[in-house]
């Protein structure tokens, strides 16, 4: 089993940064993909990057070119660098972790998300 802890949420000023942060505990080894989703009120969680355990990347559409994912396997550890956030960005964010498809069981393990609310 793998736990995940985040921090970092805040209250920010439109055109602000934050740095998001999520470390793995437990079956860490046993981890491939980590990533984060977001879920604003009223609306369905969406992913906003990820990362795969050998650096590759992926972003949605709408964070491309302001936000960052970056992953440091030693801490066991995920980064969401978010710069430029508007208002848009006001969101519970969610870390995730995917394991290889070789463990059982194949499930995916969450946070329990933090806050970050962009104020304009």
């Known amino acids: 089993q793998v736990q995940l802890v985040e921090s970092g949420g805040d209250l920010v000023q439109a055109g602000g940064s934050l740095r998001l942060s999520c470390v793995a505990s437990?079956?860490?080894?046993?981890?491939?993909?980590m990533g984060w989703y977001r879920q604003a009120p009223g609306k369905q969680r969406d992913l906003v990057a990820a990362?795969?355990?050998?650096?590759?990347?992926n972003y949605a559409d709408s964070v491309k070119g302001r936000f960052t994912i970056s992953r440091d396997n030693a801490k066991n550890t995920v980064y969401l660098q978010m710069n430029s956030l508007n208002s848009e960005d006001t969101a519970v964010y969610y870390c995730?972790?995917?394991?290889?498809?070789?463990?059982?069981?194949?499930?995916?393990?969450w946070g329990q998300g933090t806050q970050v609310t962009v104020s304009s």
């Open positions: 995730y972790a995917d394991p290889y498809n070789w463990v059982r069981p194949l499930v995916r393990a």
């Open positions: 437990g079956s860490s080894n046993s981890i491939n993909v």
């Open positions: 990362i795969s355990n050998s650096g590759t990347t």
